[in-house]
């Protein structure tokens, strides 16, 4: 079962033997998204059995929104920046502050923390209601030890703490500091929904393993990701292209497009696959290190509203309910592509009412009004895909997907989905010049998607022959290794260790396709001998499909 938790419609799939056996779409209720869930499983599993289930895999908007919205927790950050940057450029709230300590690029303790100085830190932390707390050292990757003591001397303070050498093994201290900052700034939120979904299960008498899908493409068991919600933003984007890449088998470059009623997601395909961000994504202006699939979203969707603004159309970027055909409370390019017949849904006459007075400012026939919206509705988008397109070509090579090859990207396919997808998929095609496909199962792709994902993860491994020390960064671990250790060795154990992290995380053994992502060695040298050599090595899971869908 797959279920996806939009910001319009809450979808859900069976999907048996590969093929799609039933699917179900409800309204989702932004106020009580329990609601939401209980009321599309309860469309889909009747007269089913639910001990049938396999597997039960979400996608949803609710981290994402909940940082869009500013609906997320205040947190205190501790921060050991060392020398080099200004702190001033470090800062990402006001309640940020920057300890004495370092650690340098080898791992090795240069300056200690004081205890006393966090303490108090802590306790002004609990004087101002602060439950929520995020601690990063710059090179805490290479050696996790003071985090991990400012941890222990805060931890009668705060509910929950956050440590950036957790949240990803790659260096960018301004991005771990981000992407450590909005993992716990959602966690309370989102551990909520995690719960409510856990309740959900079993009241359904489902007690098959539960996933929700992450920003990448690939699935973290769900009660594991409560420690990371971070991951899980931008994972409604990225059910619609798993979703697509589920139902198509082409090698071409192609332009994919999520049309729902809040927004249209755009991803770009180079040679049948999604781009992924080349460092991590980026969410309401903040930069991260969470590994995630290219995707651009703009406020233009079935149900944006569309007004009159000194005698010209604007569409969007607000979403205020549904359609007027479906007794909404403004226009929407729906009740445009409604008029136009484009579509027969919901009802006409509503729809015809609602663009009444837009005619009337436009001076033309209600008609002429619903072209004019349509056009533009679908200009916005096509002029959007434009930009991503050429945002991608003109970033610096080493920036891009390995699989352009120094490569043009010239897109020969669109692929629509979403609830939108039939009556805008041909004129888009004619304004972008590709030719348009429309899955069978389009308006549910989210779901299906998020059902047929596979288990993703990512293991960095750093050592110093010198220093005689392996460092985990993901794990925070430290051991000890022999002078003779080897590259061989560092990928050998980064294997292993991530393994043993994807099986942790939900996945199975025969879904695991790994492969070694960076592989670099540099000796070190003091005086004119070489003392020892510095090993890193990263492997990936490969975001991926356990299947794709039969037609």
């Known amino acids: 079962m797959g279920i996806d938790v939009g910001g319009t419609h809450t979808d859900a799939v069976l999907i048996e033997d590969l093929r799609i056996k039933k699917k179900a779409k409800v309204i989702t209720n932004e106020r009580d998204l329990l609601d939401s869930l209980w009321r599309v499983t309860d469309d889909l599993l009747r007269e089913e059995n639910p001990e049938r289930l396999e597997r039960v895999v979400l996608s949803t908007t609710i981290s994402t929104n909940a940082i869009v919205q500013g609906k997320t927790d205040r947190v205190g950050m501790i921060l050991v920046s060392g020398p080099g940057l200004s702190p001033s450029l470090l800062r990402i709230n006001e309640d940020c502050h920057f300890i004495p300590g370092y650690v340098n690029h080898r791992g090795m303790e240069i300056a200690g923390i004081d205890r006393d100085n966090v303490s108090r830190i802590g306790e002004r932390f609990q004087r101002d209601g ?27 303070h705060v509910r929950h703490v956050s440590l950036g050498h957790r949240m990803a093994g790659r260096l960018n201290f301004p991005r771990r500091i981000a992407t450590t900052f909005l993992n716990e700034a959602i966690r309370e939120i989102y551990t909520n929904f995690v719960k409510q979904v856990l309740d959900l299960m079993h009241l359904r008498n489902v007690s098959v393993p539960i996933y929700i899908l992450k920003a990448d493409g690939g699935t973290i068991d769900i009660a594991q990701s409560g420690e990371f919600p971070v991951q899980t933003i931008l ?22 497009l999520d049309i729902g009623g809040t927004t249209t997601d755009i991803a770009v395909f180079a040679g049948g696959v999604p781009l992924l961000e080349a460092v991590g994504v980026t969410i309401f202006g903040h930069k991260t290190l969470v590994r995630g699939l290219r995707i651009r979203s ?18 969007g970027p607000e979403r205020e309910g549904p359609a007027a055909a479906f007794g909404g409370p403004f226009p929407t390019p729906t009740d445009a592509m409604i008029v136009l017949g484009l579509t027969s849904i919901g009802e006409r006459e509503r729809a015809k009412g ?17 072209k004019t919206i349509f056009e533009q509705t679908c200009e916005k988008i096509a002029s959007a895909c434009l930009d991503e397109m050429e945002a991608i070509v003109n970033r610096p090579v080493y920036t891009i997907h390995e699989i352009l090859e120094d490569r043009r990207l010239e897109p020969k396919i669109l692929y629509v989905v979403g609830g939108s997808a039939r009556p805008m998929a041909f004129r888009l ?12 199962h389009a308006e549910v792709a989210n779901a299906i998607g998020a059902a ?27 051991i000890v290794i022999p002078p003779q250790f080897t590259r061989e060795d560092a990928i050998g154990i980064a294997k ?56």
């Open 130 to 156: 602060i439950d929520h707390c995020g601690i990063v050292g710059k090179f805490s990757i290479r050696n996790p030890q003071q985090e991990i003591e400012i941890r222990e001397t805060i931890a009668t």
């Open 496 to 551: 292993e260790k991530l393994r043993e992290r994807a099986i942790k995380m939900g996945a199975k053994e025969e879904d695991l396709e790994i492969e070694v992502t960076e592989d670099q060695e540099f000796n070190m040298v003091r005086g004119f001998y070489t003392t020892g050599k510095n090993i890193r090595v990263r492997a990936q899971v490969k975001p991926g499909l356990i299947a794709s869908l039969r037609t």
């Open 235 to 256: 994972s409604g984007p990225a059910a619609s292209i798993m979703g697509i890449l589920s139902m198509v088998e082409s090698r071409d470059d192609a332009i994919a």
């Open 298 to 315: 703009i406020g233009v969707g079935g149900d944006s509203r569309v007004r009159c603004e000194d005698g010209r159309i604007v569409i």
């Open 452 to 478: 047929l994902a596979r288990t993703t993860a990512e293991m960095t491994i750093l050592a110093d022959t010198e220093q005689g020390t392996l460092t985990i960064g993901e794990e925070g671990d430290r």
């Open 354 to 370: 609602a663009l009444l007075p837009l005619s009337r400012h436009m001076q033309c026939s209600v008609l002429e009004a619903a």
């Open 429 to 440: 095609g004619e304004m972008l010049g590709c030719p348009v496909y429309i899955p069978e």
